[in-house]
């Protein structure tokens, strides 16, 4: 970082160091110094994207939207249906919005209404066509015909126009369509309801006529095959001569009560199996020491199956017991042990001796449980013995039975299969029929599966484009995209702007903020001075300075005006130096040309001049000697011909009869010579002959950056200012230029912040951009602002 070691204490005194000037804005000072800066570019892009706001509003063709809202579901009421309403599938609502949303319906309606020349669907709406449309017919010498927009445009922009969707979980579905005119959005978004309703009775029709159709084709058939079935029963009876009781064969009802008994007792037996086998999986899977749940759950048997009463079948009788009581008793003897074994363990411990007897007898409880359990399992395999021994006897009596009745029954097999199939056919001939009459009395009358509950009637408002939402756009867009663009020009700006951006980044007191002047008041102001103050008679001395350049002579023509002030700001700067007694010699360079710092070198030497102090301005930019342009135009001499010897100083130095003013011009140097020139013996010699002839020695130097000429003078002075031009300069190339010239930073009494707006000034300075108001300069008769 650049440091220099001739700062001036009193730029950087402790007390501004912790002042509030070094602290900084804060963000609110950020937010406003940004708008002062930057409020014209937001407005003004403000105002364009409104205008644009505005344009689109008018150029945008309005849209109103109608909504229709109908409910879905079957309407009409029960006792005209049919059918059962449980046999009735549920209606599918996402598929009946897909059904309106389809391109059948919007095909249909684009038929029916015309759409296809509707202004809205061809884009001839829009002025902006229009106005295309014009421009092509004065461009094209024959008429041209539009191209008519295709099917698939129609569709789309159609469906882009429309939306069906559901109102919440209800079985309501609202339909919109939005058009230029309202009356045309509300028309169409009926007439889509009318061509959904009109295809869904359409394919209803047609579904009930196919079925229909079908039914009574079946019924056709099955009546046909019912009556021949019954014909062949009657036939065959009547061929074998059989006769029947109650409507059965008299031998079929001894087989009948066989079979009974037989599946009686084969559901005995396998009743008494089944609890065999499970008194014998809990013997096997019991002990005495086993817990009691593992034997316990002979309690899930019920009293009849523990004492074995199954409702046997006719001629069996099983013996009765009063096991479940017992084990009930054991049970809850057991249980009540354990609850006592429980309460002595936690209050005696696990070894006490009443705890180990209640153990003992819960040990022989769940033997006696165990002894009841294999008595039962005995009773259980005598019972299943039995019950196995009278199934055998019902079966061979069946077998019998049936081997009997099969030669004589040969003919009943073929009359039943028959009578089967003709009660068959029957069946499903009524079935049939029930569902023929059905879709009869359903085609004659149709039911409706949705039905209108607000109609669509032409909108009063618009609903696009919203005015307010676009200006609102507009607005905040503008505001956004100016205060994007604001920002950009801040990030873009690397220049110097007020005076703490010139300390914080160069670690140097800025001496003075230097106003710009206008080049025509000043022009006039200086004129007017230098009449006031020729000689009469015009009788001017020889090598006199030239005030045709009015802005070096603005401190003194105009001694009350802020130029003036800033440029005596420059020089109590300088005079109140610390090290001031050694320091005769300023020089005044810049970063780039153009900066002013030749302006400010005979600003200064002026108004040092008019305090009486001998005072002379050295133009040592020998290769752009603009200051000697200005001042001393006809020059004939400069400092090049002192250092040669072919002149004097007393010969060439020129003078200002008013304040006294001496000027060494600078012409003459070779291009490519002039740092050796201002760094040998005989410059030094002639700068120490300035030093003892005058009071201050001002010189005019080159800038740094583009010459060394600068650097190779240093040594001969004995401080410098630095100018840097407001708002252009930026801050990179100061920094770059004094650092490639240390030897000129060591030296720098301060910066000189030229060419400054003051209005623009105070919009960077913050919270202190009053102290560059001009009201308060005006009171004390400063009375040029800039």
């Not at 009443?354 to 294999?374: G, P």
């Amino acid at each position: 970082m650049l440091h220099n070691p001739n700062t001036s204490t009193l730029a950087y005194s402790p007390q501004q160091d912790h002042g509030w000037e070094r602290n900084g804005p804060g963000p609110f000072n950020l937010a406003l110094g940004f708008l002062r800066r930057r409020y014209l570019v937001i407005a003004i892009t403000t105002v364009l994207s409104l205008a644009a706001s505005f344009v689109l509003l008018k150029i945008a063709p309005p849209s109103y939207t109608a909504d229709v809202k109908i409910i879905l579901g079957n309407m009409k009421a029960p006792v005209v249906q049919p059918q059962s309403s449980s046999d009735e599938t549920p209606l599918d609502m996402e598929s009946q919005i897909e059904i309106l949303k389809s391109k059948t319906i919007a095909s249909s309606v684009i038929s029916r209404l015309s759409l296809a020349d509707d202004p809205d669907f061809n884009g001839k709406a829009s002025p902006l066509h229009n106005a295309l449309e014009a421009v092509r017919r004065l461009v094209s010498a024959a008429p041209t015909e539009s191209d008519a927009p295709s099917t698939d445009d129609l569709l789309e922009e159609f469906q882009r126009r429309m939306q069906a969707y559901r109102i919440g979980t209800s079985a309501v579905v609202a339909v919109e369509f939005s058009a230029s005119d309202a009356k045309r959005a509300a028309m169409i978004a009926n007439a889509i309801v009318k061509e959904y309703f009109d295809q869904q009775l359409k394919a209803d029709t047609n579904e009930h006529r196919t079925v229909t159709a079908w039914l009574h084709e079946r019924l056709q058939d099955l009546g046909n095959d019912a009556t021949a079935a019954e014909r062949a029963v009657n036939d065959l009876k009547s061929r074998h001569n059989i006769i029947s009781a109650d409507g059965k064969f008299m031998d079929q009802q001894q087989v009948t009560e066989l079979t009974n008994r037989l599946v009686a007792a084969r559901t005995h037996t396998a009743s008494l199996m089944t609890r065999l086998n499970r008194f014998d999986e809990m013997l096997v899977q019991s002990n005495v020491d086993a817990p009691l749940e593992s034997i316990g759950t002979v309690s899930d048997f019920s009293p009849a199956e523990l004492s074995g009463n199954l409702n046997p079948p006719d001629g069996l009788s099983l013996s009765n017991s009063n096991s479940t009581q017992i084990i009930n008793s054991l049970r809850q003897q057991y249980l009540e042990n354990a609850k006592r074994e429980y309460e002595y363990s936690a209050k005696y411990g696990n070894d006490h001796l009443a705890v180990i007897n209640i153990r003992a007898t819960m040990k022989s409880i769940r033997q006696a449980i165990l002894d009841e359990v294999r008595r039962l399992a005995d009773v259980a395999r005598h019972d299943y013995a039995e019950a196995k021994q009278q199934q055998q006897e019902v079966e061979k009596q069946l077998a019998q039975a049936v081997a009997q009745s099969h030669d004589t029954r040969a003919a009943e097999v073929s009359i039943r299969e028959l009578e089967t199939s003709a009660k068959g056919y029957r069946a499903l001939y009524d079935g049939f029929l029930q569902r023929y009459m059905g879709s009869v009395q359903q085609d004659s009358f149709p039911i409706a599966k949705a039905r209108v509950i607000s109609p669509a009637t032409p909108p009063k408002k618009k609903t696009k484009p919203k005015s307010i939402l676009l200006m609102a756009v507009g607005l905040f867009g503008g505001l956004a995209l100016g205060g994007g663009l604001g920002l950009l020009a801040e990030m873009r700006d690397r220049s110097f702007r007020t005076t703490s951006q010139v300390e914080d980044r160069l670690r140097l007191p800025c001496l003075s903020v230097v106003p710009l002047l206008k080049e025509g008041e000043v022009t006039r102001v200086t004129r007017e001075a230098a009449r006031a103050t020729a000689k009469p008679g015009g009788d001017c001395p020889q090598r006199t300075l030239s005030r045709s350049a009015g802005t070096c002579w603005a401190a003194t023509a105009m001694p009350s005006s802020r130029f003036a002030e800033s440029i005596r700001s420059l020089k109590v700067a300088i005079d109140q130096d610390p090290s001031r007694t050694s320091r005769k010699v300023f020089g005044l360079t810049s970063a780039l040309p153009n900066e002013g710092k030749s302006m400010i070198a005979a600003s200064l030497a002026q108004l040092i001049a008019n305090t009486g102090k001998r005072v002379i301005v050295v133009d040592c930019d020998l290769r752009n000697p603009s200051l000697s342009a200005a001042l001393a135009p006809e020059a004939g001499g400069s400092i090049i011909d002192i250092l040669t010897g072919v002149r004097s100083l007393q010969d060439t130095v020129w003078t200002d009869p008013v304040s006294g003013l001496h000027f060494l011009p600078g012409k003459g140097a070779a291009q490519s010579d002039t740092s050796d020139v201002l760094s040998n013996d005989r410059t030094r010699k002639l700068f120490e002959q300035l030093r003892e002839a005058y009071d201050y020695v001002i010189v005019d130097l080159p800038p740094l950056a583009p010459v060394v000429d600068a650097r190779a003078i240093s040594a001969l002075l004995d401080s410098f200012v630095l100018v840097v031009e407001w708002g252009r300069t930026t801050a990179e190339v100061v920094e770059h230029a004094l650092n490639t010239a240390p030897n000129v930073y060591d030296a720098l009494l301060g910066v000189v912040l030229n060419k400054t707006d003051m209005k623009a000034l105070k919009r960077y300075a913050y919270h202190f951009g009053d102290y560059y108001n001009h009201e308060y300069y005006a009171r004390y008769g400063s009375v040029m602002a800039e």
